[in-house]
């Protein structure tokens, strides 16, 4: 049958849109393109004819792929089409990847890793099964001592890092070459590198900047530090290190110190008047932005409830893109949020939430029924982009891509603060980014006075001392503050009694439970001296102000609920209207200090109850102020 196998070869097949054909090509390029598309099918599970056919045409005059020139891949020699182009130095790829395997090489043989080959063996998706994966090469060569570049290359063998992760270890690894480079010898003999050398090489781990020359943060420098002890004590484990001196190591001396970070100082948590704004034009958040296999408007109301829920929840941002469909629990008249704390790996964790937000879940919840979505995103409220996503959820880093964009839309964005001509100053929209309404929940719930360990249980914070960082009130916001409500100190009547500075105001008196004290004897002694154990309402040197107006009306309704229980106990008339006697007295000068708020400008209200606000974070900050207790021995005496 000459005429049908000449008809065969000669006559292009009838495609449809559906269909490719590698009859054009050689026998040998046609075997090779049929394992290269097997190959990236199992890799990727995407085969797309469109972009096979063109690549076809432009291969039918090749021979052998694997002998072909580099120009045959190059991007130059090929229409201009970004799909071809990456199709085509895929099939390169996993060609000259075949012929390695054949050969018995596997990548992490060689001394520059394709990071490609090393996290995706056939079979399995970028990022499935492996987090924190990143294509391109990593070379060991730019590690000159040979000792710490075999210690290295072991170490990376045998924990198989994330790409991530293992380039962080190169570049702590390529830090310490350099400075050891520039030692006689270079550092290449490890019998000769010791404690002298170490110490150099932690001064170049403290001088570790940025691409901007800017210093890295402490937390960085120390991590990086770190990851070098982890490649040496490695070494000395597997005996790669025999030979390496013992004083290059951890030291107690040689080590870089955490700074520990004032969130409030640096301004994490951005004001409510901004937050008001970006509420305002909330319905302009992730309209036509890039979410592929939904609807524009579907796009824009999941972004739109994850930004909600971001702001009355305070919880970090991949705690949110990852919260389940049945995420509220409800007992009785409260709604409680169940989410997942995967920093502090605890699980299921319960946080009171408003009505509100929960009934702007549940709007988004029904939607979510209704939408089609990947089966790897069937328990998740927030659904990923497609089965190809690395995540089975919304990725954190599009809610941030979005907000970026959609805050950088906005005309202008105005901060509390006015410049010279009076009109409000900018606001920097770099300071609005997903997290940073962690620190606004946190900020805001701090200002109203929320006891210190009720908000570390809201956070979810294992020490207290990270709760108090929100606490925390610069010197000048504390004393302008101090300035404003010296004015405004009351005696025990109500009636005005002014301190003639600040420097009277915080040293001249003591803080006590419900007010400031002037009493000498008690000052000096820290508050814990008092001549008439603290019966504020009846002694002539206490001193409230307004800051103290929500401790004070706490207190009169414990005053009121231990009289009933006095009044049930049928104690002595005495101790009853003692109780009553300081009620009325506390009433009375609450009272009295709001007839001179009501009293006051508008505009010197505001800036009056403002001061409040931060006096009280000042004094959460230092802690509750308690009752010193009197310790009774047996027998009957104090101590």
Not at 224 to 248: I, K, P, T, Y
Not at 333 to 339: N, P
Not at 476 to 481: D, F
């Given at each position: 049958?000459?005429?049908?196998?000449?008809?065969i070869?000669?006559?292009t097949?009838?495609?449809?849109?559906h269909?490719?054909?590698?009859?054009?090509?050689?026998?040998?390029?046609?075997?090779?393109?049929?394992?290269a598309?097997?190959?990236?099918?199992?890799?990727?599970?995407?085969?797309?004819?469109?972009?096979?056919?063109?690549?076809?045409?432009?291969?039918?005059?090749?021979?052998?792929?694997?002998?072909?020139?580099?120009?045959?891949?190059s991007?130059?020699?090929?229409?201009?089409?970004?799909?071809?182009t990456s199709l085509?130095?895929d099939?390169a790829?996993?060609?000259?990847r075949?012929?390695e395997?054949f050969?018995?090489?596997?990548?992490?043989?060689?001394?520059?890793w394709d990071?490609?080959?090393?996290?995706?063996?056939?079979?399995?998706?970028?990022?499935?099964?492996?987090?924190?994966f990143?294509?391109?090469?990593?070379d060991?060569?730019?590690i000159?001592?040979p000792?710490l570049?075999?210690?290295?290359?072991e170490?990376?063998r045998?924990?198989q890092?994330?790409?991530?992760?293992l380039?962080?270890?190169?570049?702590?690894?390529?830090?310490?070459?350099?400075?050891?480079?520039?030692?006689?010898?270079?550092?290449?003999?490890?019998?000769?590198?010791?404690?002298a050398e170490?110490?150099?090489?932690?001064e170049?781990?403290?001088?570790?900047?940025?691409?901007d020359?800017?210093l890295h943060?402490?937390?960085?420098r120390s991590?990086?530090?770190?990851?070098?002890?982890?490649?040496?004590?490695?070494?000395?484990?597997?005996?790669?290190?025999?030979?390496?001196?013992?004083?290059?190591?951890?030291?107690?001396?040689?080590?870089?110190v955490?700074?520990?970070?004032?969130?409030?100082?640096?301004?994490?948590?951005?004001?409510?008047?901004?937050?008001?704004?970006?509420?305002a034009?909330?319905?302009?958040?992730?309209?036509?932005?890039?979410?592929?296999?939904?609807?524009p408007?579907?796009?824009?109301?999941?972004?739109?409830?994850?930004?909600r829920?971001?702001r009355?929840t305070?919880?970090?941002?991949w705690?949110?893109?990852?919260?389940e469909?049945?995420?509220?629990?409800f007992?009785g008249?409260?709604?409680?949020?169940?989410?997942n704390?995967?920093?502090?790996?605890?699980?299921?964790?319960?946080?009171?939430?408003?009505?509100?937000?929960?009934?702007?879940?549940?709007?988004w919840a029904?939607?979510?029924?209704?939408?089609?979505?990947?089966?790897?995103s069937?328990?998740y409220?927030?659904?990923?982009?497609?089965?190809?996503?690395k995540?089975?959820?919304?990725?954190?880093?599009?809610?941030?891509?979005?907000?970026?964009?959609w805050?950088?839309?906005?005309?202008?964005?105005?901060?509390?603060?006015?410049?010279?001509?009076?009109?409000?100053?900018?606001f920097d929209?770099?300071?609005?980014?997903?997290?940073v309404?962690?620190?606004?929940y946190?900020?805001?719930?701090?200002?109203?006075?929320?006891?210190?360990?009720?908000?570390?249980e809201?956070?979810?914070?294992?020490?207290?001392?990270?709760?108090?960082?929100y606490?925390r009130v610069?010197l000048?916001?504390?004393?302008?503050?101090v300035?404003?409500?010296?004015?405004?100190?009351?005696?025990?009547?109500?009636?005005p009694?002014?301190?003639?500075?600040?420097k009277?105001?915080?040293m001249?008196?003591?803080?006590?439970?419900?007010?400031?004290?002037?009493?000498?004897?008690?000052?000096r002694?820290?508050g814990?001296?008092?001549?008439?154990?603290?019966q504020?309402?009846g002694?002539?040197?206490?001193r409230?102000?307004?800051s103290?107006?929500?401790?004070i009306e706490?207190?009169?309704?414990?005053?009121k609920?231990?009289?009933?229980?006095?009044?049930?106990m049928?104690?002595a008339?005495?101790?009853?209207?003692n109780?009553?006697d300081?009620?009325?007295?506390?009433?009375?000068?609450?009272?009295?200090?709001?007839?001179?708020?009501?009293?006051?400008p508008?505009?010197?209200?505001?800036e009056?109850?403002?001061?409040?606000?931060?006096?009280?974070?000042?004094r959460a900050?230092?802690?509750r102020?308690l009752?010193?207790?009197t310790?009774?021995?047996?027998?009957?005496?104090?101590?």
């Open positions: 049958m000459p005429d049908l196998e000449y008809w070869a000669h006559t097949p009838y495609l449809a849109s269909s490719f054909s590698l009859a054009p090509l050689s026998d040998i390029v046609r075997l090779e393109m049929l394992y598309l097997q190959q990236r099918d199992l890799r990727i599970k995407l085969v797309q004819p469109s972009v096979i056919r063109p690549v076809v045409r432009q291969l039918t005059e090749v021979d052998c792929l694997l002998t072909a020139t580099p120009e045959i891949f991007p130059s020699e090929w229409p201009v089409s970004s799909n071809r085509i130095q099939i790829w996993i060609i000259d075949g012929r395997q050969a018995g090489i596997q990548p992490t043989d060689k001394l520059v990071m490609k080959a090393v996290h995706n063996p056939a079979g399995r998706r970028p990022g499935q099964g492996r987090e924190g990143r294509a391109g090469k990593v060991f060569t730019v000159k001592q000792w570049r075999n210690a290295l290359l170490w990376a045998s924990t890092p994330s790409s991530t992760r380039r962080k270890h190169v570049s702590a690894c390529v830090l310490t070459s350099t400075v050891l480079g520039r030692q006689p010898g270079g550092g290449t003999d490890p019998g000769q590198v010791r404690f170490m110490a150099l090489v932690v170049g781990f403290r001088r570790m900047t940025r691409r020359g800017a943060t402490s937390k960085i991590d990086a530090l770190s990851m070098l002890h982890n490649v040496l004590d490695f070494g000395r484990r597997s005996g790669l290190l025999n030979d390496l001196h013992s004083a290059f190591g951890r030291h107690k001396s040689l080590r870089i955490r700074e520990e970070v004032n969130e409030d100082e640096l301004g994490k948590a951005i004001p409510e008047s901004v937050i008001r704004q970006l509420d034009r909330l319905h302009m958040f992730a309209v036509n932005f890039p979410y592929r296999g939904y609807a408007q579907d796009v824009a109301d999941m972004f739109q409830t994850v930004y829920v971001l009355d305070g919880r970090r941002p705690e949110v893109v990852s919260l469909r049945d995420c509220l629990e007992e008249d409260d709604v409680l949020l169940i989410w704390n995967y920093k502090g790996k605890r699980l299921k964790r319960r946080l009171p939430i408003t009505r509100d937000t929960a009934e702007t879940i549940q709007r029904a939607r979510r029924a209704a939408l089609l979505t990947p089966n790897r069937e328990r409220l927030f659904p990923s982009i497609s089965n190809v996503s995540y089975p959820h919304m990725p954190s880093s599009y809610l941030a891509k979005a907000m970026r964009q805050v950088q839309s906005f005309e202008r964005i105005d901060s509390e603060g006015t410049g010279p001509d009076g009109l409000p100053v900018p929209r770099k300071q609005v980014f997903p997290y309404f962690r620190h606004s946190a900020q805001r719930h701090a200002d109203a006075g929320v006891p210190i360990d009720v908000l570390r809201l956070m979810d914070h294992t020490s207290v001392d990270t709760t108090a960082r606490y610069s000048k916001r504390k004393q302008a503050a300035k404003s409500m010296r004015l405004h100190v009351v005696d025990r009547h109500g009636n009694a002014p301190m003639s500075s600040n009277t105001y915080e001249r008196s003591i803080q006590v439970p419900f007010g400031n004290c002037c009493e000498p004897s008690n000052v002694a820290g814990h001296a008092c001549p008439i154990r603290f504020c309402a002694c002539g040197f206490y409230p102000d307004p103290y107006l929500a401790a706490d207190h009169i309704r414990d005053l609920a231990d009289k009933e229980t006095a009044l049930a049928n104690t008339e005495y101790v009853v209207r109780l009553q300081q009620i009325d007295s506390f009433k009375n000068a609450a009272a009295n200090m709001r007839k001179q708020i009501e009293a006051l508008e505009n010197e209200r505001e009056l109850m403002e001061s409040a606000r931060v006096l009280r974070k000042s900050f230092k802690g102020t009752l010193p207790l310790v009774i021995k047996p027998g009957g005496s104090s101590a």
